[in-house]
Structure formats: structure tokens, C-alpha cells
């Protein structure tokens, strides 16, 4: 064999493209924009979604190839990228750049082999889950990862070996002292806002709780949107170390994705597939964890008929799942089953649920008693990771921390170190628009539909519009008689307020009847 | 419950948008972009990728949503669409148009279902298929549900349920005569264009053989690829069917995205990831002879240690859910099971195979032996479909069909009334570069991989470049000589050049060996 005298340059390479950013958001998947007439598309042979690897300096990304026909998003000699792709690459516009075929993902064998069902090895996990951080997996790669992952459960051997090679695929966090705590609740109940007073009183005792929060992905707030109502939450890396150090606590996070780059890929696709089997569920939320340097964790699992986990036995199931990884990675784990058959507090949305924090932060006489209550015996659970707390002592401390104000104290110290903002519970800055939802009979809440509602306050506008919700006035086991308003709705805008209160119109999501129906709830404390 | 007095509109509609064709080809997957600052996308809150349902004049489509920064590409009162999707849409540009959040499709349940392991029904399957064909399925969930399919295997009836689902979705012919015949091969085998002979022959039997072909997908040339060196391929609908009327026989189709929508769709996930199940295979064979109106098929099913299939049990189940799958759905299917061990012909690539066939037809010296006996084994297979052959003697008529050459001169008319193409079988306009690949010792060749020839071929730039490929010059059971030519590689250009020989050198797809290690091949005809 030889090399043919018409063979210009050397094997592997291409002809060099001007690099154009692409002013489209293509939302964690990387789009690669090449003319129709692009020499390089011609003689690469690329087929529409095949995927290249893209090098300047040095630098590499894998993309997929989009083909235009308009020489404004590019011309026949650019390569355009999208803004993440972008970005990842990080080269100034005009830089020269090569493209080729990508080379299939090394892991890719064993994505086949889960596919087909096989049980897969520490080092399988390892490997897809650096291809996967490393953006090399397609959203049809990541999706069929994800759903044959799903589909033969993994073995909690496998969930160990996922939750594990998920942790280290990120920065992870040295707190330098133990134990480092933190809280976790599994989701689904609507203003369930524990962190923002388990946080303060933990933190008042002394304890350190580097608290990662998150924005809402499918409910209508999650604990940093809420937070984000009276501080800000989006703080360099090293102001909020700080934060920690000095006040033992914070309820902000920008990290989570430096902390689980893998994780914040995969939500990608399951979020619109609306996964959440076991085994993801419990390597998404350890691996973050342990990433972040927590040393022990609380988590709550919350049960009831519209919760995520809707039966004793399931939530069983989950408890040993948890137990047996958390073991296995070296994690102090606590559980608690909790009741989740209601939203829990009153207000559902950043604004109205930041009105019920610091009223029960405030010992305010309408606080609501079960996020109280709730929060309380949280803490609780939370002080007695001190080897200097006897077990049992932990829900009277917590409860002293809150009486005495020492646990509001803490939180002004924390907003105020992250950046206070103007906030008054008795006045919140609710959206202007409102609907009141009354009950068609007389009789008792006996059924309060947690998906419903946290729809409802969506559709209303929650969390992106803050002042946008439901409020409750009613709860499991009030009495109630014929008009009188069981909630209200707040939304920004109009047409946001006609989606919300056309879906209250279908279903109110509350259930009147005798109150000998109301469920009993079984829970562990 | 009261309208507020601010809403402007009609709940559910969004003010209206300029329709801007964006000239993006986001292969088969509708993209709408929308300005970062778009009232409707601020209002609405739609997130990235979400899913939307664009209005105009009664039609509607679903797009994803692409978030765009450039007013290049669309401006704030504009909805730009991917190529596709304008199609789809089909108005003109600077049409008014409305978006809004798109229902989920009503068969998400029923994928949900599948994901989780379950069985679904007839119903579910007409639903789900129904909802791919119409594009309501982002690449997410498609990819979610060829992988569910694929891992906890489709049983029988479910395959049955599919495949009749994905028949009823589209366009179904009628020939108002019987029988249609149509012969088959799962694939994987390279040169294998049996087609090109056995058409012509049955159709000069008289049989009516509307032979429905594809072009490449993951080989170096599908039958329409090489039919196109000879003649025009892509016809409109009703001038083949005036060709199959007059012809008997045509080796062209423009129209199985029109006979089977959903299985066009399914393939734009099913080819990155290579899945190929047995169910969904059966699915998309079946569902597009029934709706090309073929009353019988004969299924060429070749095994070997290279093809798709490589076991005779594994042949045996496949072969079994075939023709439960046919006779539940009406359709006369003859298997056979033929020896997969090498590539078929001499030629891999359109030009080089298209030589090959040319030369059985017209009987040539050269004439590669392999390709006449198995097109002569499978036209007499299907000649036997005609109640007036008694068994046994197809493939005695079909030798005299074609050594007395009608099945050349049935060929003929069919390219002129195809749209004729100049070619020369004996100087076929090969691509440019070449080089050879030699044996490295002398002994006798005891194995060829099928998948490696068709890598190296498609690297040298099959079937894009027609006159690419690998002509073989020596082939199972040939004795060679260290330094005798295996075979000989045709590129156009000189990086595809490089690619196939950096493949060569890695893996040259042969195997010289001792004449006993030649592996015996046990198959039915």
C-alpha cells in the first residue's frame, strides 16, 4: 500500500474552518451549525446529527452536526456552534478550528450491553458516566442510558457502582472538620420548605450545613428560588466557603453542576421523560452529597396517596436502597418517612412559601404549625449526628434554638452574608391577579391532590413569576361549609391566570366528604 | 371563580407571530426558535426544549423549542421553523401564526407503561404508532421507546400489535390483482444485490413484483444506491406505478416514507444507536410490504459469523416470529436461510455492484458465480408463489429466464422506463484513487468479515461516491499466495483514501489459513 501523490495533507486531519458562535440555545446539547456547501461536510461525508469532534488549540468538544442552507447562521467555510458548545470550547470567533467524525464514545459497548439487560461492572459505570460528564453521549444515547437503566432496575450494587463513579466525576468539596451535615428531601410535596429553618437551627447549634439547594425543575419552587425572595442565592464559590465557615450554614448554591457534571446532564432527558426510578433517584442525590463533603445526611422520604412514594413498603424499599449505598460510599445516613399526603404549610410558591419561613422563624401566631412541627423534628434528627446529643434530646434543642429566636438570629446572619433583600411576611409582594377557589360543599378536607396543585401554581406562574402561587386556606381535616374559599390562586399574567384557573376548573385538587374518610397516615419519626 | 377584567384574550391563544422559514436541517426532528425576548416564549414560559403546538390557518404542527439570541436568525415577533418543520407547516412565510404549550401526546401513558416492563395492547400500539408518524414524539421519547421495546423483548403479539399499527399509519396500495410478490433480506450481507436479478427475472415470468427499495442506511450501497448508476430512481408515485403496470417489475421507490411514517421516523433513532431487535425488525419488514400491497414475500435470512444473525437456532426464532407475524396479518411468507459467511459478489459499493449484476445478466465469463446461484435459488423460490409452478421447479425456470437472457432484456425496459443512465459494465466509471490490499502469506482465504469490508467501503466514500467500494479479488476457499491481491479499495478523495486504509492496515478483513479451518455453513434453500 501507498499513499496516493494527490493525498495533500496529513491523514486525519481537514481543512480548517472559521469558527462563528450561533446565537441558539440548544439546552446542554451541542450543535455544530455547518453549510450545506462546506467542503469539509462534503468530503467528511457527514450525515445530518452525526456527531464531530471539534478542535482549536489544542481544545476539543464533540458536537452534532445541524446542516444549514443560509450563509447568515453560516457560510460555506465557518463551523458555527451553538452558545453552549460555544462556550465549552471557548475560543474567540474567527479562531481557526478543524472538525472530523467523532470517534464513538468508548463506553458505548457497555450502554449496548444495558440495553440488552446485562448487569454492568464498576469500570462500565465509571466510563459512561466520564463520557456522559464529558458531553460525549447524544440526547439518543443519554435517553436509552437512562431508560434501560430504568427498565431491568439496576441491582443496588449497581446503584452503588453508579452513585460512585458519579460522585467523582466532579469537584468535590473538603470541609476539613466532622461531621459536615446536610439534609435531603426526596420531593413531590408542595411548600415543603424544611431547609430554610432545619438549616438556621442547625447551624445555631454549631453544626456545619453546607445546605446544596436547588432551583425548582418540576415544582412550583424549589428551596433556592424560595431563599431567593430574601437573599441572593447565586454567589461565587469562594464567597459562600466563606459564608459557611463563618456562619456554619448557607441556603444558596451555584455548584451543583461542578459537583455532579454527570447528574446535571442526565436531568436533561429525564426531566421530559419524567423519570425518577430508584436507582437514579438515590445515585443523583448521594453522589451530590458526597461530592459536596457532607459527612452525614438526613433524608426524608415523604408517603401518601399523591406523594412520589405512595406506600409503606415502597418507601421500605427505598429506606434499604439508600441505607445500602450510603454504606457502601462511606455516608452516615438517617431516614425518616414522613407524612405527604398534603403540601405542607400554607403557601405554595417562592413568595408565599418565604412568608411561611419567616413566620415560623418569627414565632408569628399564624405560622403554619405543621411546617413547624415538621421542621422541628427534622432538626432534631439532624442535632443527634453530635456524638454530644443523646438520642431523644435532639427535637427539645431544636425546639429551644426556635423559640428563643437564636434560629432567626442565624438566618438574618446568613441573608445578610449572601445579600439581604427587602422582604416583609405581613406584606409579601404577591402577583397582582388572583382567583379564589371555594368549596362546593359542606363537609371536611378530607383529600388535598399534591400534583394538582403544584400544577395549578405553575400554570399560575410559579416559580419564575415570585409572587405567583396558591395559597391554602383550608387543610387536611378543616371543616369547611358550602363558598367558603379552600385557596387562592396568584398569577402575573392573564394568560397565565386563565391556564391556572382553567385547570382548578377540571380539578380543584380538594376533596370534601365525612370526615371518617380522612386517610390515616402511618410515619416514622 | 371571575375573569380579571386585564384579560385581553381568549384563554388558551397567545398573541400571534411572523412565520420566518429558518434554514437549519434538523433532520426529521421539528425545531421552532423563538427570540429570548419573544413575548409569547416570556409569557408562556416555555423552557427550552420544550414542546409546542404551532398554529396557522386550521394546520398545526409540534416543534421543540430552540432559544435564539439573534435577531440574524429570528426576531422577537417572529417563530422561526427548522427546514422540516416549514415544510410540514407548509405557509408561507410571514404568515401569521400562534404557539402554545403542546398537550403531551395521548399515548404517553402507554410508553410509560412500556418503560416500566409492562405489556401493552393493540389499542396502545395504534395509539403510540399513530402519535410517532405524526411527529408528536420528541427524539427523547422515540429513543425511550425503541429502547423499552428493544430490552424487555416484544412478545409475539406485541410484535403482531406493532407491525399492523405501523401498516395502518400510512398510504396502503392496492394492485387489484394477485399475487404481489416481493422478496427480502434482513441485510448486513455487503454486495448482496440478489434484487437486481431476481426482479427481472419474476417479472419476466409475469409475476407482478413491485419491489420496494431502499437506499443505504449503515451499508456501503442499498439496491437503490446501485440502481441508480443504471438509471433514475427517484420517481414520482404514479409514474412507477404505470412502470410496474406495463413492466410487471420496478427497482425504485420514492414512496415508503408515504407507506410506513412511523417506521421513517423510528429509524432516525434506531440507526445511531444500531439497535436492530428482533420485534421491531419484523415490524418495519412486514408493515411496509403489507402497505406496498405485496401478498407474498419471500424473506432471505442469510447466517454466518459476520451477519446479522449467527447461529441456526437464532435463524430458526427469527424465522418463527416472521411467519407468526405474516399469517396474523395476512401475508404468505417463504424463509429461506442462506449461507452469510462472505459478501455476496465481487463488487462492494453502487458502481462495482452494479458491474456485477450487469454481468449476470448478460452472462458474462466473468460473471460472479455466487450472485447467479443465490439470485437463481430465491427467484425460483418465488416463482413457486405462482399456484401454476409446481415445487420444485422455480429454479429450473428461473436459470432458463435468465441464460436465455429475457431476464436481461426485461431489465432493459425496465431502466429505459426508469430513465437510463449510461454504463458500461466492462469500463465502470470507478472512483480515482485506489490501492491494494495483498496477503500477507500464501495459503488459502478461510475467512471474510462482512463488517469490516462494509467499513472500509463506506470509508472510502460508499455509496456517496457511486464509483467507491472494495472490488474483492479472491474470496472464501481461494487459495492465495503471499503478495497475491485480496482485493482493491476505489476512493474519490483523498482523506477517504487515508480513512480506509488506516482501517485496512488496522483490520484487513481476511483471514489465510489451512483449507481444513474453512467453516462449513449448514443452510436450507
Not at 421500605?316 to 450510603?326: I, S
Request: proline residues 6%.
Amino acid at each position: 500500500m501507498k499513499a496516493p501523490e494527490s493525498a495533500a495533507q496529513p491523514p486525519g486531519t481537514s481543512p480548517l474552518l472559521v469558527l462563528r458562535r450561533v446565537g441558539i440555545d440548544t439546552y446542554k446539547e451541542n450543535v455544530a451549525y455547518l453549510h450545506r456547501d462546506c467542503a469539509v461536510y462534503r468530503a467528511e461525508g457527514f450525515q445530518a446529527l452525526s456527531k464531530v469532534e471539534v478542535r482549536a488549540n489544542g481544545r476539543r468538544i464533540l458536537a452534532s452536526v445541524n446542516v444549514v442552507d443560509d450563509v447568515c447562521i453560516v457560510a460555506a467555510g465557518e463551523l458555527g456552534l451553538s452558545e453552549d458548545a460555544f462556550a465549552q470550547l471557548a475560543m474567540e470567533e474567527g479562531h481557526s478550528v478543524s472538525v472530523s467524525q467523532a470517534e464513538p464514545p468508548l463506553s458505548i459497548p457497555a450502554l449496548h450491553r444495558k440495553i440488552a439487560g446485562e448487569r454492568l461492572t464498576h469500570d462500565d459505570f465509571r466510563h459512561i458516566v466520564q463520557d456522559i460528564a464529558e458531553h460525549r453521549y447524544s440526547k439518543i444515547e443519554l435517553t436509552a442510558f437512562v431508560v434501560a437503566c430504568n427498565q431491568s432496575e439496576l441491582d443496588r450494587e449497581e446503584v452503588f457502582f453508579l452513585s460512585d463513579a458519579m460522585s467523582r466525576v466532579g469537584r468535590k468539596l473538603d470541609w476539613r472538620e466532622h461531621p459536615v451535615v446536610d439534609k435531603h428531601c426526596i420531593g413531590g410535596i408542595p411548600g415543603n420548605r424544611t431547609s430554610m429553618l432545619v438549616v438556621p437551627i442547625v447551624a445555631a447549634h454549631g453544626m456545619l450545613c453546607p445546605k446544596t439547594s436547588s432551583r425548582a425543575i418540576t415544582s412550583p419552587a424549589g428551596t433556592a428560588d424560595t431563599m431567593e425572595v430574601l437573599a441572593r442565592v447565586e454567589l461565587p464559590f469562594e464567597q459562600l466557603t466563606e459564608i459557611v465557615r463563618a456562619h456554619r450554614g448557607c441556603l444558596a448554591w451555584g455548584g451543583t453542576s461542578d459537583l455532579s457534571p454527570a447528574d446535571d446532564v442526565l436531568i436533561a432527558v429525564e426531566r421530559p421523560l419524567s423519570i425518577d426510578s430508584p436507582g437514579q433517584m438515590v445515585a443523583s442525590i448521594l453522589s451530590k452529597k458526597i461530592a459536596a463533603g457532607s459527612t452525614h445526611l438526613l433524608l426524608d422520604i415523604p408517603i401518601g396517596p399523591t406523594a412520589k412514594v405512595r406506600s409503606m413498603p415502597e418507601a421500605q424499599r427505598l429506606r434499604r436502597l439508600f441505607e445500602f449505598v450510603a454504606a457502601r460510599m462511606g455516608l452516615a445516613l438517617d431516614v425518616v418517612i414522613t407524612d405527604g399526603r398534603q403540601p405542607i404549610g400554607n403557601g405554595i410558591g417562592p413568595v408565599l412559601e418565604a412568608r411561611d419561613v419567616m413566620r415560623v422563624l418569627e414565632n408569628h401566631p399564624d405560622a403554619p404549625n405543621d411546617l413547624r412541627q415538621k421542621s422541628l423534628r427534622l432538626a432534631g434528627r439532624m442535632l443527634e449526628f453530635d456524638p454530644d446529643v443523646r438520642g431523644g434530646d435532639g427535637f427539645a434543642i431544636a425546639r429551644d434554638i426556635l423559640d428563643s429566636g437564636r434560629a432567626l438570629e442565624k438566618m438574618r446572619d446568613i441573608i445578610a452574608a449572601q445579600g439581604i433583600k427587602a422582604f416583609d411576611p405581613e406584606s409579601p409582594p404577591l402577583a397582582p391577579l388572583s382567583f379564589e377557589v371555594k368549596a362546593p360543599t359542606t363537609g371536611t378536607v378530607i383529600g388535598i391532590d399534591n400534583l394538582q396543585l403544584a400544577r395549578i401554581a405553575r400554570q399560575a406562574g410559579a416559580p419564575r413569576a415570585q409572587g405567583a402561587g396558591v395559597d391554602l386556606l383550608a387543610k387536611l381535616g378543616s371543616p369547611v361549609r358550602s363558598g367558603d374559599v379552600l385557596y387562592r390562586v396568584y398569577a402575573a399574567f392573564p394568560t397565565e391566570m386563565e391556564f391556572a384557573r382553567q385547570s382548578c376548573e377540571r380539578a380543584s385538587g380538594f376533596q370534601i366528604g365525612d370526615a371518617a374518610a380522612l386517610p390515616s397516615v402511618f410515619v416514622e419519626f
